[in-house]
């Protein structure tokens, strides 16, 4: 189920208790960072993967330390 921005995600987060989100990183009104750390405050046994177009360091590492279980690139292709 695709939100347009982060606060979307933290209500519906609260709504449906997912085991598991893939929570994009840039999003307006609050950010995928942001709302990772107020999904995981609420639910801690919620998994989150940080899902972003940008492989800067600085973002994937504030991610995971927001408490993200891991990250993909968008433009991730599958090797045959």
């Known amino acids: 189920m695709k939100r347009a ?19 994009g990183i840039r999003m307006p009104v ?8 107020r999904i995981l405050s609420e639910s801690p046994d919620t998994k989150i993967v940080a899902l972003t ?10 991610c995971m330390s927001a408490g993200a279980v891991g990250y993909l690139l968008k433009d991730l292709r599958r090797k045959n």
Do not use: C
């Not at 921005?5 to 929570?23: F, S, T, W, Y």
């Not at 609050?30 to 750390?37: L, Q």
């Not at 177009?53 to 504030?62: A, G, K, N, Q, R």
């Open 53 to 62: 177009t940008f492989e800067e360091d600085e973002l994937i590492e504030s």
């Open 5 to 23: 921005n982060g606060h979307e995600a933290i209500v519906l987060a609260a709504e449906i208790q997912p085991h598991l989100i893939l929570m």
């Open 30 to 37: 609050v950010d995928g960072i942001e709302a990772t750390r």
